[in-house]
C-alpha cells in the first residue's frame, strides 16, 4: 500500500509500504476514506522533533475491511471513526474518561501511521466508534476532525469548563483553537475570546461562534483579556499552543478559580514557576485529549448537521501529493489539509 | 496590647503593639481568645523568607469586641472563627468559592498579625463566621483549626476530588497534611495513604484516618503508591509541603485523569516541566485555601463533635512564651502550638 514517510526533517515521501495483517484477535484492519496532516506533524517536519524513516498520520476514517475474532461492536463494511489514542475503553482509567491514558494504550503517531491506505487498529472495539450507516460525503471532512481536531479542541473545551454564561478565552488560532472556539460554543459559553493576529483566521474564528477577538500576546495579551472581563480573567481558558509564552498567557488570562484546559503539546523545557501557579489558583487540567470519551457526542452532533468542523480543512489534496500539504502547511499557506484516497 | 513580632529570622519577640481601631465601617474588632503558629511562619524564621519586624499570625478565634456601622451579621460577644485571608464574600470570585482571591481580599498575615490580645478585622461579615453560642472550652482548639490549618487540608482534600470509593495519598505529614487525612476521611475517601517517615506523625495520620503508611519520598515514594494502587497511581493526592520533590512526588503518585490538590506554599525556583505535567494527565488546583468556604462547615462538624482537628495542636503555651513555640516547631519537637491569651 501506499502510505506517508517522513526520512529527516523536511523531507516527506508518499512510499510502498507492507499492507497490514491482523495480529491480536482485538485489532481491525481499516480501508481509509481520508486522513489528514495534524499541526504536531510539524514538529519533526521542522526539525523540533527527531524524524527517521517515521511512519505519519493519526487522524483517520475509513470502512471496516477486516475484524480480529474478538472485535464485537464493528463488522466489516462499517464507517468508522477512530481516535489517535489508542484504547481498551474498559479500563479503570477509560471508565474515568482518559482513554488518552488506556492502561493498554499507545498513540496511533510513529506504530501505525494513518497518512495510508490501510490502517491496523488494535483494541478496535475500544478505539473505533462506526457512524449510523455510510456517511454522505460531505461529512467526511466533519467525521475526519472528530479523530483528533475536533475531538482535542472538544476537551481543552470542556477541561476549561465552557457552558452557559462563562467566557471562554482560546490562545491559539491554530486548528485545535479554532476547535477550541467551536466546542465553547457548542458547550454554551455566552461569551468567546479568540486570540489571533491573522485576518483569516479571525473571520474562521468568529465563523465557529468568537464574539471578540485579542490580537496582543503574552503579558500584553493577558491584560486585554482581563480589560475584557471586569479586571477578572476569563472563566475558562483554551491553550492550544504549546510555548512558554502560551501556556502563561493561558495561566494569566484566566480568573481565580477559573479553569485551563491545554492541548498543545508542551515541548522540552516549558515550565511553569509553582508559585505563580500558587497564587494565580487556577483549575489546570491537559494533555492528549480522550477524544473516545466524545466521539459518540461529536459524531452525533455532525451527523445532524449541528456542526461544520470539516471547514478547518482549508486544503484538500490526494494521499500522492501530501508533501505539497505539509510544504503548504509549514509555509502557514493552509490551516489544515485533508488527504483523500 | 501584647503582640508577636519577628525582628529578623530566628528573632521573635512579644512586644506592646498599638491596640487596633475600628478604621473602615465593615471591621470588626475581636478579642483573642487563641491563636497559634503556622508552619508557614517558619519559612521567615529560618530565613527562607525575610522578617524585618514583621508582625505574625494570621489563625484566630475570638470574641467580637466593637463592630462597624456596616457590620450585619455579627455583634458585639459573637465567637468567630475567621480565615486566614480577608474576602467580602459577595464578589463574583467569592461566589464562585474562591474567598481566597476576593476582589477585596488580603492576607491576615503581616498586615494584621493575629498572635495578638486584638486584631481588626476588616471585611468583618465576609470574613468571620459565628459559631452558635459560646463554644465550650475542649472545643477552642479545633475552632482554632478551622481558620487556616483545618480548611487548608480541607481545601486540598477537596481539590484532591476525595470521596466515597477514591484512594487519597497525603504527600507531607506536617499538620496540614494530617488535616488532609482528616478531610479526606470526612469525605469519604476509601483508601487514605499518608506518606511519612516520623512515627509519631504516622500514628497522628492514623488516628485521622489513614489506612496506609508510605516511608519513601520522590520518585521512590510516587513508585510505591503505584505499588498499592494496581499500578495506576491514588485518584487524588493533597501536597502539603511545597518543594519540588513535594510537587512532582505528588504529580507522579496520581493515577491518569485523576486530581492533585496541592496547598504547600510554593516557594520561588520551584517549576513543574510542562512536557510531564503534559503527559501526565491530571486535574491540578492549589493555591491559598479558600477557608471562608468551607468554614461554616466545618465549625457544624466540630460543633457536633464529629471531628477533633484540635488534635494537631501538640504543644500549648501562653502568648507571652511564643517564642518557645516558634523554636518548638523549628526543632520538630512540636507539630504546632497553639497560644493562649
New interface residues.
Given amino acids: 500500500m501506499r502510505g506517508v514517510v517522513m526520512f529527516a526533517p523536511g523531507d516527506v515521501r508518499v512510499v510502498d509500504r507492507e499492507d497490514p495483517e491482523i495480529v491480536e484477535p482485538t485489532d481491525a484492519i481499516i480501508r481509509l476514506t481520508a486522513t489528514c496532516i495534524c499541526g504536531s506533524d510539524l514538529w519533526p517536519y521542522r526539525g523540533i522533533e527527531p524524524a527517521e524513516h517515521t511512519l505519519m498520520g493519526h487522524e483517520y476514517v475509513g470502512v471496516v475491511e477486516e475484524i480480529g475474532a474478538d472485535v464485537h461492536t464493528l463488522k466489516v463494511g462499517d464507517f468508522v471513526v477512530g481516535s489517535f489514542c489508542i484504547s481498551d475503553n474498559t479500563c479503570?482509567?477509560c471508565r474515568?474518561?482518559?482513554q488518552?491514558?488506556c492502561?493498554h494504550g499507545s498513540f496511533v503517531a510513529a506504530a501505525i501511521g494513518t497518512q495510508s491506505e490501510f490502517a491496523r487498529i488494535p483494541y478496535a472495539d475500544g478505539t473505533l466508534v462506526a457512524t449510523p450507516t455510510m456517511p454522505e460525503p460531505e461529512l467526511i471532512p466533519s467525521l475526519l476532525a472528530a479523530s483528533d481536531v475536533l475531538g482535542t479542541g472538544w476537551f481543552a473545551a470542556d477541561a476549561a469548563a465552557a457552558g452557559p454564561g462563562k467566557t471562554i478565552a482560546v490562545v491559539g488560532d491554530g486548528a485545535v483553537g479554532l476547535m477550541g472556539v467551536l466546542a465553547a460554543k457548542q458547550l454554551g459559553a455566552e461569551r468567546i475570546i479568540a486570540m489571533s493576529r491573522h485576518p483569516e483566521r479571525q473571520a474562521l474564528a468568529r465563523e465557529f461562534g468568537a464574539t471578540d477577538i485579542v490580537e496582543t500576546r503574552g503579558d500584553e495579551g493577558a491584560a486585554a483579556i482581563k480589560d475584557l472581563t471586569?479586571?477578572?480573567g476569563a472563566h475558562g481558558v483554551i491553550e492550544a499552543v504549546?510555548t512558554?509564552e502560551s501556556?502563561m498567557q493561558a495561566i494569566n488570562s484566566t480568573?481565580?478559580?477559573g479553569h485551563v484546559g491545554?492541548v498543545g503539546?508542551?515541548?522540552?523545557g516549558?515550565?511553569?514557576?509553582?508559585?505563580q501557579?500558587?497564587?494565580?489558583?487556577?483549575?489546570?487540567?491537559?494533555?492528549?485529549a480522550?477524544v473516545r470519551r466524545f466521539l459518540p457526542d461529536l459524531i452525533d452532533r455532525i451527523w445532524k448537521r449541528s456542526i461544520d468542523p470539516g471547514k478547518v480543512f482549508d486544503l484538500t489534496l490526494p494521499l500522492d501529493r501530501a508533501p505539497d500539504g505539509y510544504r503548504a502547511m509549514d509555509e502557514r499557506r493552509a490551516v489544515k489539509t485533508l488527504l483523500t484516497l
Avoid at 516549558?270 to 508559585?275: E, G, Q, R, S
Avoid at 501557579?277 to 492528549?288: D, I, R
Fill in positions: 479503570e482509567i474515568s474518561g482518559f488518552s491514558r492502561v471586569n479586571g477578572l504549546g512558554q501556556m480568573c481565580p478559580g491545554y503539546v508542551a515541548h522540552d516549558v515550565t511553569l514557576p509553582a508559585d501557579l500558587f497564587f494565580a489558583e487556577v483549575h489546570l487540567l491537559g494533555g492528549p480522550p
